[in-house]
Nanobody, 127 residues
Framework: QVQLVESGGGLVQAGGSLRLSCAAS????????VAWFRQASGKEREFVAA????????WYANSVKGRFTISRDNAKSTVNLQMNSLKPEDTAVYYC????????????????????WGQGTQVTVSS
């Protein structure tokens, strides 16, 4: 059973950068997918980006494409989300989630595809 723990949130001004990390413990396969979701106050949880543990698949939401980069460090068992050119609308609680079922799924962007979740980390972007 994989467990996920996020870190790296904080307060940043618009245009700034933050790097989130998701540490995975437990056994996982190369097709295990780790995704980042975010949930702003009063809104539904939305997909941000995802990567398979073997690195063969990477997905981004259109809203973050070109600004955010997802990567994995297998040696450290972490998945990182580098967030650049942050905007106030990026303010949310960011969660990492994992499941192997998402690898072959056409709905990899749905929270329902992921059974394992971290506790979340707050990201606040001031204008």
């Amino acid at each position: 059973q994989v467990q996920l723990v996020e870190s790296g949130g904080g307060l940043v001004q618009a245009g700034g950068s933050l790097r989130l990390s998701c540490a995975a413990s437990g056994r996982s396969s190369s097709n295990y997918v780790v995704a980042w979701f975010r949930q702003a106050s009063g809104k539904e949880r939305e997909f941000v980006a995802a990567i398979s543990w073997g690195g063969s698949r990477i997905w981004y939401a259109n809203s973050v494409k070109g600004r955010f980069t997802i990567s994995r460090d297998n040696a450290k068992s972490t998945v990182n989300l580098q967030m650049n050119s942050l905007k106030p609308e990026d303010t949310a609680v960011y969660y990492c989630a994992g499941d192997a079922a998402a690898y072959h799924s056409s709905t990899y962007y749905s929270p329902n595809e992921y059974r394992t979740w971290g506790q979340g980390t707050q990201v606040t972007v001031s204008s």
